[in-house]
């Protein structure tokens, strides 16, 4: 896909206004100067990222009640002031860390028993291929016999049939 259709795809998924009429090899020429940020948005932004109707009616009014609104520097401060239990982070207790350190282990050793199998299986095809190449080059030995003993018996029936028919001339 080309730099300039995921930056289309980008915005479709973002649900853009009139995304569906845009052609992505129009927008192409953006990515020779600013590839590394444009690879970011597209990879990066999708619709959480985008802000509600009710969102922005909200914005619009706290806008124009006259109240200030933080921005930058004075956002930063206000960030630092607040405790990060608040942020609303979630927290095992010791009896749920341990059962998910329990499950991590039980998957581990399933892991590993998956992995023992597999190289089992590995050795197993090995072996079989390594026999049927075996058995392969015995087949080519074996018919090569054949058919040389098969000219033997032939050339031998030959000369018998020859003598035979001598012999029944003689007589």
């Known amino acids: 896909m080309s730099c300039g259709k995921e930056f289309v795809e980008t915005f479709k998924k973002i649900d853009y206004p ?3 009429i845009l052609n ?3 927008f192409d020429w953006l990515f020779v100067e600013n590839e590394p940020f444009l690879k970011w948005f597209c990879g990066n932004v999708n619709e959480q990222n985008i802000l509600s109707e009710e969102e922005l009616e909200a914005f619009s009014i706290l806008q124009k009640s006259g109240k200030p609104i933080l921005e930058g520097a004075a956002l930063d401060e206000v960030l630092k002031t607040c405790k990060t239990s608040d ?3 979630p927290t095992l207790n010791d009896k749920e860390l341990e059962k998910l350190e329990d499950e ?3 998957l581990q050793k399933l892991k590993n028993l998956k992995i023992q199998r597999r ?3 590995q050795l ?3 072996v079989t291929s390594h026999k049927s190449l075996r058995l392969n080059a015995k087949e080519e030995e074996t018919n090569k016999k054949l058919k040389q003993s098969q000219g033997i018996l032939n050339a031998t029936d ?11 001339l003689q007589s």
């Open 104 to 106: 991590v282990q039980t």
């Open 119 to 121: 190289n089992k299986c």
């Open 158 to 168: 030959t000369v018998m049939n020859f003598t035979l028919l001598v012999m029944e």
């Open 24 to 26: 992505g090899e129009d």
């Open 124 to 126: 197993m095809a090995s």
């Open 87 to 89: 942020l609303k982070k």
């Open 18 to 20: 009139k995304a569906d």
